[in-house]
């Protein structure tokens, strides 16, 4: 007989999904230029030249066998060492290539860590708004998502709410910082005293609490903001981290799990995800993409674009009495919905053409999600479909 969980996954398509389909559909309609998609978080900026380069090189110069094969499990240890070295020279951490597990981009090494970390009947704690996907996989593990609002004012963890939400099923929290949806780079303050709180807590509960640190935008950051690593803060961190964004590549699928060298239980967590990994046929991350990753470490896509977005945007929307979250990374802008209802927001902005997400499918009500990885034009040829969906307000 089918799953009847998965097959109402597979069926039911993610708001973000359908907004896209949605999209599609109006563009063949009344022509690509007179529809205005900030749906989907699909990079629009080409990879750095070096990375074609690079892959054209290797193409030309290894062997396919090698370069085609199957890696190791947890990927090939060269390739491993070479992201250890780099995390160590920009981070100043201490890690090694055995600390490294290769996945098929960020969500294969959020499904790998929570099926190795947490068990059926446990809590996994999720500061809200959050990336949809993280129910699904939590979900998954027969384990219960308890989102706790981040702080109204400026987005940042509320660390009280989250102590309150603790308990002893609670196995992990996930952290993303630069965050989807809401732009905001948690502060090293809320990251420290997170950090305190949890080791408490562990403390008094007799068992770890994991942080799941959720990275794929730690690059795309503007002013110069710093993201924290998470490692350096508390010790039973998992970090997922992804190529996707950075490198403008996320239909090659290539990321990684990081244990932090320090947890308690290292080698259990470690083993734990290559298990996981293997349970879930994994295999190993793609290995031209694998071997690409030395070549063109450090190498950021140009976010010069995505910076002149969020300006035009936070500008001109501000000044149409739209309020927004002002973003210090990612490619999202968090607008507030001028009635307090997401939906309705969202379903006004279509009849201008404008596709933005709505914010309760993220856990938070009351705002919509803009993506602007989208070419500066697009946002141009917007901004008069902005000012009449701000001015419909006011009517
Ligand atoms: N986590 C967050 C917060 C994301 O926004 C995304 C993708 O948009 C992912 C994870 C998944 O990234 P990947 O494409 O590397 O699987």
Same mark, same amino acid.
């Given at each position: ?9 597979? %069926? ?11 999209? +599609?559909?109006?563009? %063949?309609?009344?022509? @690509?230029?007179?529809?205005f998609d900030f749906s ?24 396919? &066998? #090698?370069?085609?094969?199957? !890696? ?17 020279? !920009? ?52 384990? +219960? ?16 709410? &989250? ?20 732009? !905001? ?19 008094? #509960? ?18 110069? /903001? ?36 320090? /947890? ?11 298990? %996981? ?10 290995? *031209? *993409? ?31 009495? &739209? ?32 596709l933005l ?10 705002? @919509?999600?803009l993506a602007?990885?989208?070419? !500066? ?7 008069? /479909? ?10």
């Amino acid at each position: 007989m089918v799953n009847e969980k998965m097959r109402e996954l597979g %069926a039911r398509r993610s708001v973000i999904r359908e907004l896209f389909e949605y999209g +599609k559909v109006r563009r %063949a309609e009344i022509g @690509a230029e007179n529809v205005f998609d900030f749906s989907l978080g699909n990079p629009s900026v080409e990879a750095p030249s070096s990375v074609n380069r690079e892959l054209k090189r290797l193409i030309d110069s290894e062997s396919s &066998i #090698l370069l085609h094969g199957y !890696t190791s499990a947890q990927g090939d240890a060269s390739v491993r060492g070479a992201v250890a070295d780099y995390i160590n020279r !920009t981070q100043g951490e201490e890690i090694n290539a055995d600390c490294l597990y290769m996945t098929v981009g960020a969500a294969a090494a959020l499904t790998c860590t929570l099926t190795a970390l947490v068990q059926e009947g446990e809590e996994v704690i999720v500061p809200s708004p959050y990336f949809p996907e993280y129910k699904v996989f939590v979900e998954r593990c027969g384990a +219960k998502i308890v989102e706790v609002p981040c702080k109204r004012e400026d987005f940042q963890l509320d660390v009280e709410a &989250i102590r309150k939400a603790v308990n002893d099923k609670t196995a992990a929290i996930i952290i993303n910082s630069p965050n989807n949806p809401t732009g !905001t780079v948690f502060s090293e303050e809320s990251i420290c005293s997170l950090a305190d709180m949890l080791r408490e807590k562990a403390w008094e #509960l007799g068992h770890p609490i994991y942080i799941i640190a959720d990275e794929p935008y730690r690059e795309l950051v503007y002013d110069g /903001a710093r993201v924290p690593y998470i490692t350096k803060y508390y010790d039973d961190t998992v970090v997922s981290y992804s190529f996707s964004k950075s490198l403008s590549l996320p239909g090659e699928r290539i990321g990684y799990a990081l244990v932090c060298p320090r /947890a308690k239980d290292f080698v259990a967590v470690y083993q734990a995800i290559c298990g %996981a990994g293997r349970a879930l046929g994994y295999v190993c991350a793609p290995s *031209l *993409l694998q071997k690409l990753l030395p070549r063109v470490l450090g190498e950021v896509s140009d976010i010069g674009v995505y910076d002149k977005n969020r300006r035009l945007l936070l500008e001109k929307l501000t000044e149409y009495g &739209i309020e927004c979250v002002k973003p210090e990374g990612a490619f999202y802008l968090f607008i507030k919905s001028p009635s307090g209802d997401s939906a309705e927001f969202c379903e006004r902005a279509k009849r201008f053409e404008i596709l933005l997400v709505p914010s309760d499918d993220f856990g938070c009500g009351g705002y @919509a999600r803009l993506a602007y990885c989208v070419k !500066t034009e697009e946002i141009e040829r917007a901004l008069p /479909a902005f000012k009449a969906l701000a001015e419909s307000y006011r009517q």
